[in-house]
């Protein structure tokens, strides 16, 4: 492996038009990225953090990091 460079597994969701829909906390055992895309708003919780979610957010949620969401619209 080169000096400098990290290599890590990473998931990539985008989510859009989930409206009214809960994810039940969970895990990973890679990080995941998610990019909340138009018709998508709501809320996630964040190991333990809660933090309002709208179109053009992303978020990065660490490698077994408990994370949920609820969908508001």
């Known amino acids: ?3 400098g460079w990290v290599l890590m597994e990473i998931v990539f969701s985008v989510r859009s038009e ?7 906390p969970h895990t990973h055992n890679c990080h ?3 990019f909340y895309a138009q018709g998508c708003s709501g809320e996630t919780v964040i190991d333990g953090c809660c933090y309002q979610f709208h179109p053009g ?9 408990n994370h949920s969401e609820v969908h508001t619209g």
């Open 18 to 24: 989930r409206s009214k829909e809960t994810i039940a």
């Open 57 to 65: 957010c992303i978020s990065v949620n660490p490698a077994g990091v």
């Open 32 to 34: 995941e990225i998610v």
């Open 1 to 3: 492996m080169t000096k």
